[in-house]
């Protein structure tokens, strides 16, 4: 059973940057599809990006667009989230998901990592 533990929140002022790591375990991560969500309080989970498995290719919302970034390491199991001028309205809790059964859907979710940015 893969099982997916993200790190590297925390609190950053507006402009800063933070990069999140989304750590899974299992042997095939290479060949699921990964992606980055976030949650506030009252609100929807929003969808942040995404990476494939095969090509490594990302894609983004609107809102992360220009500012972050996705990679991913599959010699260390590892997918990333970079991002750059911080908004305070980026708060959330970020958490990533993967398409173990490759199905399009996301199956499996980390616990989450909170980001507060400051004005």
């Known amino acids: 059973q893969v099982q997916l533990v993200e790190s590297g929140g925390g609190l950053v002022q507006a402009g800063g940057s933070l990069r999140l790591s989304c750590a899974a375990s299992g042997r095939t991560f290479s060949s699921y599809s990964m992606g980055w969500f976030r949650q506030t309080p009252g609100k929807d989970r929003e969808f942040v990006g995404s990476?494939?498995?095969?090509?490594?290719?990302?894609v983004y919302a609107d809102s992360a667009k220009g500012r972050f970034t996705i990679s991913r390491d599959n010699g260390k199991n590892t997918v990333y989230l970079q991002m750059n001028s911080l908004k305070p309205e980026d708060t959330a809790v970020y958490h990533c998901?993967?398409?173990?059964?490759?199905?399009?859907?996301?199956?499996?979710w980390g616990q989450g990592t909170q980001v507060t940015v400051s004005s």
């Open positions: 990476i494939s498995w095969s090509r490594g290719s990302a």
């Open positions: 998901a993967a398409d173990t059964r490759q199905r399009g859907a996301y199956d499996t």
